[in-house]
């Protein structure tokens, strides 16, 4: 009976997605398969991560990546849920190698945090306007990265500095409780 009342909330869960003028279900088999398999040669299911491909009818993005809300997984019973809109217009003008590429940019964004125990989803670090690679090549995505690297070190820096801070504060409380 359970099953029958979570099977009815889900098709429920799904009318309302099919609804929705931005995404629907209803994405070309060959594409879905093509993304699953993706999503299976990048470990996600080995994760434990479940994704679940669906259409985007934007005309503005080749794809999204989506974390399942709380109410979905309260349906699904899979907490680990993400959905990878992709624009399937655009995907069928698209060379296999080309889709793969754009598919497994998407897939790219998704991990398990295994210390916080849930699925994270990171946007891309590195924006690349066509412009910019049109002006300068193959330099734009190197400089860009070696930018990402000097944030990211940055960051670290400031990290520490807060924990020198906290264990500093720390060693002061115990000297005084002395």
């Known amino acids: 009976m359970q099953e029958l009342v979570n099977n009815l909330y889900i098709c429920g869960v799904i009318k309302i997605l099919d609804t929705m003028a931005k995404y629907s279900r209803e994405l070309d088999e060959n594409l ?3 993304v699953k398999e993706l999503a299976s040669a990048a470990g ?25 809300t709380e109410i979905v997984s309260l349906f699904t019973g899979d907490s680990d849920m993400v959905c ?5 217009e655009l ?3 698209l060379d296999d190698q080309s889709q793969t590429v754009l598919i497994e940019s998407l897939l790219s964004q998704v991990w398990y945090d295994s210390e916080k125990e849930k699925v994270v989803i990171n946007k891309p670090e590195l924006h690349l306007g066509l412009g910019m690679y049109h002006k300068y090549k193959e330099v734009a995505p190197q400089k860009l ?14 990290k520490a500095e807060k924990e020198a801070k906290k ?3 720390a060693e002061k409380r115990k000297n005084r409780e002395k």
Not at 56 to 68: D, F, Q, R, T, W
Not at 84 to 88: G, H, L, P, T, Y
């Open 145 to 158: 990265e070696l930018a990402y690297y000097a944030l990211q070190q940055i960051e670290d820096k400031k």
């Open 84 to 88: 990878v809109a992709i624009n399937e």
């Open 32 to 34: 879905e398969k093509k």
């Open 167 to 169: 264990a500093e504060r």
């Open 44 to 68: 996600l299911r080995e994760q434990g991560i479940t994704i679940e491909p669906i259409c985007l009818h934007s005309k503005k993005s080749y794809g999204e990546v989506i974390k399942a």
């Open 91 to 93: 995907f069928q003008l």
